[in-house]
């Protein structure tokens, strides 16, 4: 399976941006389709976006979409997120998840194949 590391939480101000990393180990990078999730304080977590395996199709939770963007570099083994206008609602551990099969938004805690060890994002008031 694909190992996973991400980058680039921190604390940031509400309307701020951030951009998150997540490098991937292994030569077949480019066969999986690639996520973000979050989970929240006393929450479970949840779907945020998706893209596929060539980067061809993306889709996104609805309370974030127009605000995040996905992206990958496969020549790089990398999987971005690109976060702004950040609400205190994205508060949140934010993790990069594989899986073969793209799900779009209909990907589920439940099917991922391998996880990152997550990155924080808090934004304050």
């Known amino acids: 399976q694909v190992q996973l590391v991400e980058s680039g939480g921190g604390l940031v101000q509400a309307g701020g941006s951030l951009r998150l990393s997540c490098a991937a180990s292994g030569p077949t990078f480019s066969r999986y389709a690639m996520g973000w999730f979050r989970q929240a304080p006393g929450k479970e977590r949840a779907f945020v976006a998706a893209i596929s395996n060539g980067g061809d199709r993306t889709d996104y939770a609805d309370s974030v979409k127009g605000r995040f963007s996905i992206s990958r570099d496969n020549a790089k083994n990398t999987l971005y997120l690109q976060m702004n206008s950040l609400l205190l609602g994205d508060t949140a551990v934010y993790y990069c998840?594989?899986?073969?099969?793209?799900?779009?938004?209909?990907?589920?805690?439940?099917?991922?194949?391998?996880w990152g060890q997550g990155t924080q994002v808090t934004v304050s008031s």
């Open positions: 998840a594989a899986s073969p099969v793209f799900y779009g938004r209909r990907w589920y805690p439940q099917t991922v194949g391998s």
